[in-house]
């Protein structure tokens, strides 16, 4: 069982805080994978931790879960959290995230998309990002423009 899941057994719709990672990949094209969330946004392949793991495990496996790619040599680009990270999903649940975001070049693999959690993937020019792109990977990409541009 997944451990926010646990987590929600005790604790009902109240706020938690939940841990987890995304990943910017950026291929040989300087173009970002994205992945259409069943959400009706687009976002950064990523998710929540699970008991024991690292943040760089938690971006490893989610990428992995979701996209079929490997990833390696992660650089950390930032941790987000605090009070603007709130959210209360459409059950009810409310939440506080603390993400851990990293980018890498260091993509192996094919793609096999997880269809339960995707529409689509697709690699997007970082000038050219979808406008639904959820806020916050927004943010972390935008980010990553600056760091990469120095």
């Known amino acids: 069982m997944e451990y926010f ?11 938690i805080i939940l841990p987890g ?48 790619l490997v990833v390696e040599n992660l650089k950390l680009l930032n941790v987000y959290s605090g009070s603007e990270y709130y959210l209360q999903v459409p059950n009810g649940d409310e939440l506080y995230s603390a993400t851990a975001v990293y980018y890498t070049k260091d993509i192996s693999g094919d793609m096999k998309i997880d269809y339960s959690e995707s529409k689509e993937m697709q690699y997007c020019p970082l000038d050219q990002l979808p406008r639904n792109l959820n806020d916050k990977d927004k943010k972390s990409i935008e980010y990553y423009i600056q760091i990469a541009s120095k």
Request: no cysteine; glycine share 12%; aromatic share 10%.
């Open 5 to 15: 899941k646990y987590l929600r057994q005790y604790v009902g719709h109240r706020p």
């Open 21 to 68: 990672a995304t990943v910017i990949m950026i291929n040989e094209n300087d173009e970002v994978l994205l992945q259409n969330r069943r959400d009706g946004y687009w976002g950064l392949p990523g998710g929540l931790m699970d008991l024991g793991e690292s943040f760089e495990e938690v971006a490893k496996r989610e990428v992995f879960e979701e996209t079929g």
